[in-house]
């Protein structure tokens, strides 16, 4: 790696950390809005059950059952390969972004 490439990383990693910084759950925000085509957009319900109001424990429970292919409930199918693709940090960090209330980013 030359000079200018070392900066260029350097830069770069500077600007990922100081962005996770400012909002701790810009990692999850987007994989949040395929969850809300069937949980509605503050997790009101809608196809799916409702999760707003839920605590982060449950919902990391729930998700950690759905991902090993867990049945929680006659639809549990469907959340099979959601939960499938999300790794055991990512499953914690969306289940407090939900329990917060989808805080918006700073």
């Given at each position: 790696?030359?000079k ?8 770069v ?6 962005n996770?910084?400012?909002d ?7 994989t ?7 949980h ?13 109001g839920?605590?982060?424990?449950h ?6 059952i ?6 929680v ?6 959340m ?5 693709m ?7 960090l ?13």
């Amino acid at each position: 790696m030359n000079k200018q490439q070392l900066i260029l990383t350097l830069i770069v990693l500077t600007v990922l950390s100081t962005n996770a910084l400012a909002d701790p759950y810009a990692s999850v925000r987007t994989t949040w809005v395929t969850c809300s085509s069937c949980h509605g957009a503050s997790g009101q319900g809608g196809i799916g059950p409702k999760l707003i109001g839920h605590s982060a424990n449950h919902l990391a429970k729930e998700l950690r059952i759905y991902k090993s292919q867990g049945v929680v409930g006659p639809e549990s199918q469907l959340m099979w390969g959601m939960a499938g693709m999300l790794s055991d940090s990512q499953i914690v960090l969306m289940s407090k972004f939900i329990e917060e209330g989808f805080p918006a980013s700073h």
